[in-house]
């Protein structure tokens, strides 16, 4: 029993684990909007915030996804994070959280 039980757990786990590459293909706007929510630390609450940074939200979602896929295989401009931080998610990923910040509306735009 305690066995079957620790199987089932380390199933879980491993399944949670690989889940973000084996879902990579297809990523819900639920999801994307999810993986947003790390980006707020620094581009603010839904990526409004704007100063030294460029505001991310309402911005074109090509340019968007241009930059994040752009940063993540090091071939943009230099940049302090972003290069570290894109690495850490699949290429349609990149391009959810793109079609998400880009669906967002703001006051003015650019
Ligand atoms: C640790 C702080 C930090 C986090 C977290 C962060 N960013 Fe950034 N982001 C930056 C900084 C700083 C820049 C300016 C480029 C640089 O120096 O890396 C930037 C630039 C960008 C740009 C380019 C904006 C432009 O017009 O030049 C995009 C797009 C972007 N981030 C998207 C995201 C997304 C999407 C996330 C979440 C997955 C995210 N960032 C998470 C700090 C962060």
Do not use: W
């Amino acid at each position: 029993m305690q066995t079957a039980n620790y199987h089932a757990y380390a199933l879980l786990l491993l399944g949670l684990l690989f889940a973000p590459s084996v879902m990579g293909e297809d990523v819900s706007p639920e999801r994307a909007a999810m993986l947003a929510g790390s980006c707020a630390n620094c581009h603010g609450t839904e990526g409004r915030l704007e100063g030294a940074i460029p505001r991310i939200a309402g911005r074109e979602q090509s340019v968007l996804e241009t930059l994040l896929l752009a940063f993540k295989h090091d071939s943009g401009p230099d940049v302090t994070v972003m290069d570290r931080i894109a690495q850490g998610y699949s290429d349609a990923e990149l391009s959810a959280l793109a079609q998400y910040f880009a669906s967002l509306e703001v006051d003015h735009e650019d």
